[in-house]
């Protein structure tokens, strides 16, 4: 059963590695020839590092020491996910992405996490459910043209003036 598990977790790392790769490829082809935002680079070095974090993951699955530590690497690959995927979001706001594009990308995190990465449910449920939340704020904060709390807080201050 361990052995089934750590073969799907390197699958799993294996796709990542894939489609990392070919949006560091897509992104870097694309921003030299100037059809991308200037944030290209930010964008293609996020993918970057992805890239060279799981690709040193994948290698490190195949040493004894994987075994011992297979939980806390997981839950570090689920982490670095998030937090990239929510940084691709950040500066991939000026390049014309839609939200159904962010959704998508959104969705696939989720469940590589739900079902490739060997994490118990609980954790899978409380870092899902972080991750859904901040790219819910995230997107609404970036997307939303006049967001509720600005005009909140511009409605404060011409009243107390």
Known sequence: MLKA????????????????VSWLLFFVGHGLEGSVSSSWP??????????????????????????????????????????????FVVYSAALDMTQVGHFAFCVEILLLIYTVLPIPLYLCVGIGGAYSVAFEC???????????YVSIALHRQVASS
């Open 5 to 20: 598990c750590f073969f799907c977790c390197r699958y799993g790392l294996l796709y990542i590695l894939v489609v990392s």
């Open 42 to 87: 930010i964008i293609s070095g996020t993918f970057g590092a992805l890239a060279a974090s799981i690709g040193s993951i994948l290698v490190l699955t195949y040493t004894d020491h994987y075994e011992k530590l297979s939980l806390p690497i997981s839950i570090a690959v689920s982490l670095l996910l998030c937090t990239l995927s929510l940084l």
């Open 138 to 148: 995230l997107t609404f904060v970036l997307r939303s043209p006049d967001p509720c």
